[in-house]
């Protein structure tokens, strides 16, 4: 009791220090632009609103609210002036655990949360939806109007970080990366215009968008192609014991391959292993209708211990696939990128799992940890539909299939930081690890030698270096347009995140 007293007169008081900066104090002063202070009530409920607690702890000088994209032109405006060089972050649906990548201490932070139209023109067969939804208000929103974007498979996800560095969907067999069917930014630039990037408007921008984050300016919305879908698709989860891990990852294998005879099936394939108690699998899968066929039958021919699916709404799926994005604790996450082993090499899946286990035990002795691994299918399909439509800044071979890797550490965020470290490591000696393990196979032939694999920034580590994955004539490209838009390094120099 007398523990819970002091950790929580000590949230108020770091709360409680934090100094009204040059930003806050002006917007305040100047505009009626929504602005919270600390100890406000809506102050608390936003910040209190990401995935990982680390990014909760960081305390902004004052969270701004824009409404418009006007409001966001000012605010950025307000940032440059006078020879402000106060540091601030974009938040949307706070789910990088990465520290500062939409999360910041002691300076502003501009939450997107009022910027949460969305708005479907089924003439056009288009969707117009603010960076402040999470993909849950975008599926009800439209829910019963027989349309959908290419989002997030977890409701509780934001708009704005999965549209900016990619966006893995159940549709992306489909209809390619979520970014692949953006068709206009409207995005607010360093200098405080508010400009719209497509395919006929500010090409290089619009494409240097694909895959670039946050590198180019505040987006206020994005226009997607929409695609029918039934009012009630086919989904849920299968749970499988761990001594099935070898069965599984056959099956994953060969549903990624043969992804042309299923192109409206996906799944999420992870593996959860809370360390004190038993490891299981955890397979969520999808259909694009209401009878999926024999497109999962490999995977039940193993025999999972539980099956849930069944016919439902988008929507209500993926309300119901928040349990996965659990809150409460501190989070490191991880990625990397494996070619798709050939069926006499299946063994190379193996290893990546015995490697994550080794390394994930050897946390123990952390509070609270749990380790898990997802093996997410990107097939050559979805590369191809992405390249047709026009590519994107990661412009991988789609003559090959490919598995990314969604690897992350939860653990309960003691005071003092005592077990950040000791995560912060165990993560990278996963990803390093990953990474050495897919040379290696390259190397003896086990992999297909593909020089390009890139990193799926949604996915990544702030340890990782996602524009040194990216291709060099694609990175130069994406600087060049960096220079055009922000000439003064505005938000290369005052947000976080990987900059070009
Ligand atoms: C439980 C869980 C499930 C996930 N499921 C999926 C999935 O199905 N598919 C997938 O692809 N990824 C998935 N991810 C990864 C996810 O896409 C990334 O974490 C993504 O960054 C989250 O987006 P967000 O808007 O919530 O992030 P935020 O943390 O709010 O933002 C992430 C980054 O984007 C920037 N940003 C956000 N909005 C804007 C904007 N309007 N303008 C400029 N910059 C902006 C921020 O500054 C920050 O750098 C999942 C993650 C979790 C934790």
């Known amino acids: 009791m007398t523990k819970k007293l002091i950790f929580g007169l000590t949230a108020l008081a770091s709360i409680a220090s934090v100094v009204v900066s040059d930003t806050c104090r002006t917007i305040q002063d100047t505009t009626a632009i929504e602005l919270d202070h600390p100890l406000s009530t809506d102050y608390l409920t936003e910040n209190f609103e990401y995935w990982s607690t680390a990014c909760s702890a960081l305390k902004p000088s004052c969270i701004l609210s824009p409404t418009t994209a006007e409001e966001v032109s000012t605010i950025v405006k307000t940032l440059r002036a006078n020879g402000n060089t106060e540091k601030f972050a974009i938040k949307s649906g706070g789910h990088s655990p990465n520290k500062y990548f939409a999360s910041i201490d002691g300076s502003p932070l501009i939450s997107t949360r009022k910027l949460n139209e969305v708005n479907l023109d089924a003439a056009s067969q288009t969707v117009r939806v603010g960076p402040g939804n999470r993909w849950v208000d975008v599926a009800k929103a439209l829910d019963g109007s027989g349309y959908t974007p290419v989002g997030g498979r977890i409701g509780d996800v934001g708009v704005g970080g999965l549209m900016l560095y990619g966006g893995l969907s159940f549709l992306s067999a489909q209809n390619g990366w979520a970014m692949s069917n953006v068709l206009e930014y409207e995005v607010v630039l360093a200098n405080g215009t508010i400009a719209k990037a497509s395919k006929d408007h500010n090409k290089d921008l619009f494409d240097a968008m694909h895959g670039g984050g946050n590198n180019f300016g505040i987006v206020t919305s994005f226009l997607l192609q929409a695609y029918p879908i039934d009012n009630e698709i086919w989904a849920g989860y299968f749970i499988f014991t761990p001594d099935k891990q070898s069965q599984i990852l056959a099956a994953i294998r060969d549903f990624t391959e043969n992804y ?63 349990f996965a994005a659990i809150r409460g604790f501190s989070y490191e996450m991880g990625t990397e990128t494996t070619p798709l082993p050939a069926k006499t090499d299946v063994y190379v ?111 990544g580590n702030q340890g990782q270096d996602y524009w040194g994955r990216i291709k060099p004539e694609k990175r130069a490209f994406a600087k060049k347009v960096q220079e055009l838009v922000d000439p003064d390094n505005f938000f290369r120099s005052r947000t976080g995140s990987w900059k070009v």
Request: hydrophobic share 40%.
């Open 260 to 322: 042309d005879d299923h192109p409206k099936a996906a799944i999420i394939s992870t593996t959860v292993m809370p360390l004190d108690l038993v490891e299981a699998w955890l397979m969520f899968v999808f259909y694009d209708g209401q009878d999926p066929g024999d497109a999962f039958k490999q995977f039940l021919d193993i025999g999972p211990i539980a099956n849930t699916a069944k016919k439902q709404s988008y929507a209500s799926y993926l309300e119901a696939n928040n």
């Open 349 to 459: 899946l193996d290893s990546y799992i015995n490697f994550w286990r080794k390394t994930a035990k050897t946390l123990f002795a952390t509070a609270g940890i749990i380790a898990s691994i997802a093996y997410q299918p990107v097939p050559k399909r979805q590369l191809r539909i992405a390249k047709e439509k026009g590519g994107d800044l990661l412009d991988m071979d789609e003559n090959y299939d490919y598995i990314v890797f969604e690897m992350n550490l939860s653990y309960i965020n003691l005071p003092f930081d005592w077990d950040d470290k000791r995560v912060q490591d165990a993560m990278k000696t996963l990803y390093t690890g990953q990474k050495a393990l897919i040379d290696g196979f390259i190397k003896n032939g086990s992999l297909p030698s593909i020089p390009h694999l890139p990193l799926f920034a949604n996915d």
